[in-house]
């Protein structure tokens, strides 16, 4: 099988990255690319991994209605997909990358290391997770049942994260030599870990001067005490399958997430009593956070291999 897939949004940092993935696959191909912005264009200019003479188009809802795929990824502003949604056939599999179907029980949330595939494989609504809210339950979700209060997590992203329109987050002189803190509270990441771990979760987004990749350092009281050697064992025991998930005997930085498909859990450290404990994650927003996870629950709701390429 040979799955068609269409992408609305093709102009972002996100899709790039997943014009290259699709490119990278050979059980896939590209039906259409949408960017008002670049319509007109070669996909290939864009994306050389691509190839042959597909161009960008500027598509409305009804327009991609009549036109032919077995899946379409959203990477649209947050608000923006709804018409698109509803112009789509009922057996078009959608991913969408904006947050607005991550709280409707109509959708399936795609993060298949932490709330199984086989919801996914089942799935023709999927929503595909928010990159800081990817890494703290990365770094969480092995400890749900065991928390005395809440995680607090503290993230820092590249700019990368703040999209393409210009902004003072993705500003290069206001990041030079800065971190710049944001959305104090209610940052719509802290409710979506919150409500898909069934935990309370504090969090706050930092933006630093680099480009890609996400390190978030989480802190947490436990129920009950643990050594450093357990907590160690939770983690591994918990991604032990999950080929994206690399548990590892030491902190996590930046680099290690950037150009990752995957994630990189480390740090566990542990006070004195056993009760607290510091977990770090890091991941690329691009990738995990991003298009590696869209194309997972893609492949998943097609039935194809999940990691090929």
């Known amino acids: 099988m040979t799955a068609r897939i269409g992408l609305i949004g093709a102009r972002g940092h996100t ?13 896939m191909e590209l039906a259409y690319a949408s960017s008002r912005e670049f319509a007109g264009r070669a996909v290939a200019d864009m994306a050389p991994e691509i190839g042959g003479d597909l161009a960008f188009e500027a598509l409305s809802p009804e327009d991609i209605a009549g036109r032919s795929a077995d899946a379409v990824i959203l990477a649209l502003p947050n608000g923006a997909s709804g018409p698109f949604v509803a112009a789509l056939p009922q057996e078009t599999v959608i991913v969408d990358l904006s947050a607005d179907y991550r709280f409707d029980e109509n959708w399936v949330y795609g993060l298949p290391e932490i709330h199984g595939r086989e919801a996914i494989r089942h799935a023709r609504r999927i929503a595909n997770p928010g990159c800081y809210a990817t890494a703290g339950q990365l770094a969480l979700a092995p ?27 993705n500003d290069p002189d206001a990041l030079a030599d800065n971190l710049m803190p944001y959305a104090l509270m209610g ?4 409710r979506e870990m919150g ?18 990749g996400i390190v978030a350092t989480v802190h947490v009281e436990l129920s009950q005490a643990i050594t450093r050697d357990a907590l160690i064992g939770l983690f591994r025991d918990a991604y032990a399958d999950e080929p994206l998930i690399d548990v590892v005997d ?18 566990f450290a542990v006070d004195d009593s056993g009760r607290r404990a510091v977990i770090v ?29």
């Not at 950037?258 to 990189?264: D, E, K, R």
């Not at 890091?282 to 990691?307: S, V």
């Open 195 to 212: 409500a898909h771990l069934g935990e309370t979760v504090c969090f706050t987004p930092h933006v630093a001067q680099f480009f890609r």
């Open 15 to 27: 899709g790039r990255e997943i014009l290259r993935l699709i490119a990278g696959r050979d059980d």
């Open 250 to 267: 030491r902190i996590p930085e930046v680099r290690d997430g950037a150009g990752n498909p995957g994630a990189v859990i480390g740090g």
């Open 187 to 190: 940052h719509i990441h802290e």
């Open 281 to 309: 994650s890091a991941l690329d927003n691009l990738l995990k956070g991003a298009a590696t996870q869209a194309m997972q629950n893609l492949t998943l709701a097609l039935g194809l291999e999940e990691l090929r390429g």
């Open 143 to 169: 400890l749900r049942g065991r928390l005395a209060g809440a995680a607090h997590v503290f993230g820092v992203s590249g700019y990368s994260g703040a999209g393409t329109t210009p902004s003072r987050k």
